[in-house]
């Protein structure tokens, strides 16, 4: 595992598994600190009630905040797990909040990169403010959500479900070759 960073080590390795879930509750924390950032500064702002649009920009934002939240948990799911890698009840949690993690984060993504040329609130300092806000929290985001797609997939494997091959085995359904050395005294194969 020398010379590999997070994203190409096998996390089957504990310290692998490990560092991903210390990279995890810090990407769940920046995640959750920027959403709070964009919800306290800009989208107090935005009167919810007269302009439905801008409902669009406020559930993405708590999705946001949410898929941070549960990214954190993700994150100390794995630190624990890779230090007691056969306890199936930790497994099964961090394949759930694995997979809850890693569709929250795409959709609030999803839901921030798209954002209408119709401003819902003031275009001027607000706007400016909410871009350079918005920019980092979709990066978070789907650097949330390859990581948490890693750590479900290495938890399918962990519970050896049949949906991903187990990378320990060996070919089960190769040929068996049977090497027979010729007795002294006896003619070689290629005179029978």
Not at 36 to 42: F, I, K, M, Q, R
Not at 102 to 128: H, K, Q, W
Not at 155 to 181: E, Q, W
Request: proline residues 5%.
């Amino acid at each position: 595992m020398a010379g590999t960073g997070i994203c190409c080590a096998s996390l089957e390795e504990p310290i692998a598994l490990m560092k991903m879930g210390l990279s995890m509750v810090l990407i769940g924390h920046v995640n959750f600190l920027l959403g709070a950032l964009v919800h306290g500064v800009v989208l107090r702002h935005i009167n919810l009630h007269k302009q439905a649009r801008a409902m669009e920009y406020a559930i993405s934002n708590v999705v946001a905040l949410t898929s941070g939240l549960v990214g954190i948990v993700v994150g100390i799911l794995a630190i624990v797990l890779s230090k007691n890698k056969k306890s199936k009840g930790l497994t099964w949690s961090l394949f759930t909040v694995s997979l809850t993690a890693a569709l929250m984060a795409a959709a609030s993504a999803i839901g921030l990169s798209v954002i209408t040329n119709e401003c819902p609130f003031d275009p001027t300092r607000i706007y400016s403010t909410t871009l350079i806000l918005w920019v980092p929290l979709i990066v978070t985001c789907v650097i949330q959500m390859v990581f948490s797609a890693r750590c479900f997939a290495v938890c399918i494997s962990f519970l050896g479900l049949p949906c991903c091959p187990n990378r320990k085995r060996t070919r089960p359904y190769g040929r068996a070759i049977n090497v027979v050395r010729p007795l002294k005294g006896s003619r070689p194969i290629s005179q029978y």
